[in-house]
Nanobody, 122 residues
Framework: QVQLVESGGGLVQAGGSLRLSCDAS????????MGWFRQAPGKEREFVAA???????RYADSVKDRFTISRDNAKNTVYLQMNSLKPEDTAVYYC????????????????WGQGTQVTVSS
């Protein structure tokens, strides 16, 4: 079993930056693909970014060139660096993990954190 805890959310002005962290316990993350998803009020949860075991990455078109996902397996932590934030990035951000293969399919992830709120003011 993998437990995931997100942190780093908050209130930021448009154009600003935040770095989210996802700390894992229970298992080492080195064999897991990890993803970030987000859910805005009244909307479905959507894919943001994912990273494979050896560092391959995928991004949603809406965040490409602004967000960067990374991982530190020694610290059992995954990060999401968010730059040039926009009001439409406002959402609860969730970290998720799955065994082995990276994917942007939300239904393929087995482990989820509780989420961290990101609010971008205009």
């Amino acid at each position: 079993q993998v437990q995931l805890v997100e942190s780093g959310g908050g209130l930021v002005q448009a154009g600003g930056s935040l770095r989210l962290s996802c700390d894992a316990s229970g298992r080492t993350l080195s064999s897991y693909a990890m993803g970030w998803f987000r859910q805005a009020p009244g909307k479905e949860r959507e894919f943001v970014a994912a990273i494979g075991m050896i560092g391959s990455t995928r991004y949603a078109d809406s965040v490409k060139d602004r967000f960067t996902i990374s991982r530190d397996n020694a610290k059992n932590t995954v990060y999401l660096q968010m730059n040039s934030l926009k009001p439409e990035d406002t959402a609860v951000y969730y970290c998720a993990g799955r065994w082995y293969k990276v994917t942007d399919d939300i239904h393929a992830y087995d482990y989820w954190g509780q989420g961290t709120q990101v609010t971008v003011s205009s």
